[in-house]
């Protein structure tokens, strides 16, 4: 057991030291022109790749803020003949830090993005001034008045209905560090942000939010998955096997000798992909 306790207590420390950061999430699109076309001229994402594949019925690209080598970036995906998507409860937000909110509100406007929280600060008196906007399938976008950032993209929100247990969860399976917390009970809700990182004005991050009451919520076939680095997947799975085995959740994939990528469940069922590291470059520059 003493054997078993230490060997455990190294994966976790080891997990603390790995070189992970947010590489892509992967959503599905009804209408990859249109949706390319409104980030690029509402956001002002850039495209960084884009893919035909007839074969299997799909059309994928690639947008964000910067190389896929250095920044989080967003992975559309077209299924044909699918028109309409259900985006669900269970995915909340993406976040796009900017150095000017009320401007930015604007030129969403402008292109046909639908304005849900007009641009303001949090609270009365607030200093922090942030806007809510959605674009032609409903995916919610915070925009939020940040300082010159590499991250741009800077905010994934998923919906638990257990915060200390997914806290937990992120913190030992995924190496995340707990950044800031806040419970609102007047507003009936609690949130939690982890990260890579100690600055979250400079980073990507997850933000884990509670909504009181709320025991389930709906996945939609909107929303697929995260994909974060790491430069060691065999580690990584067996890191993620304990604590799935004390907290709850469900590896969907483990790596092989070629393939070396792991996939899993969270508690509340969110899906991420860890990667590793220099196979993801191999395959970045293959497609450059």
């Known amino acids: 057991m003493a054997a078993h306790s230490n060997s455990s207590d190294d994966l976790f420390e080891w997990v603390q030291q790995d070189n992970r950061r947010f590489l892509h999430a992967v959503i599905r699109v009804s209408d990859l022109n249109r949706t390319i076309k409104f980030y690029t001229e509402a956001f002002g994402m850039t495209l960084l790749r884009r893919t035909e594949i007839p074969e299997e019925k799909h059309s994928k690209a690639v947008i964000g803020y910067g190389p896929e080598e250095s920044h989080f970036v967003l992975e559309l995906i077209q299924i044909y003949g699918v028109d309409k998507l259900e985006i669900g409860t269970s995915f909340g937000h993406f976040g796009i ?89 007047q507003e009936q809700f609690a949130i939690a942000m982890m990260a890579y990182g100690s600055n979250l004005t400079q980073t990507t991050a997850v933000e884990l939010k509670y909504n009181y009451n709320v025991t389930e919520y709906t996945t939609g076939n909107g929303y697929i998955q995260v994909s974060i680095s790491t430069d060691n997947v065999y580690k990584s799975a067996a890191v993620v096997k304990l604590v799935s085995q004390e907290l709850g959740g469900k590896i969907t994939r483990l790596p092989g000798p070629f393939t070396r990528i792991i996939s899993f469940l969270d508690p509340g069922g969110h899906k991420t992909v860890l990667v590793d590291n220099r196979d993801f470059l191999k395959e970045v520059q293959k497609k450059e």
């Open 97 to 185: 830090a900017s150095q000017d909110v009320y401007k930015m509100v604007e030129e969403i406007r402008a292109k046909g993005g639908v304005v849900t929280r007009e641009p303001g600060p949090i609270q009365e008196g607030g200093t922090t001034i942030f806007a809510f906007v959605q674009d032609f399938d409903g995916y919610s976008f915070e925009i939020i008045q940040r300082p010159p950032t590499p991250e741009p993209l800077c905010q994934i929100m998923l919906s638990v209905a257990d915060l200390d247990l997914a806290i937990e969860f992120y913190e030992k399976a995924l190496g995340m560090k707990l950044l800031q917390k806040y419970d609102s009970p």
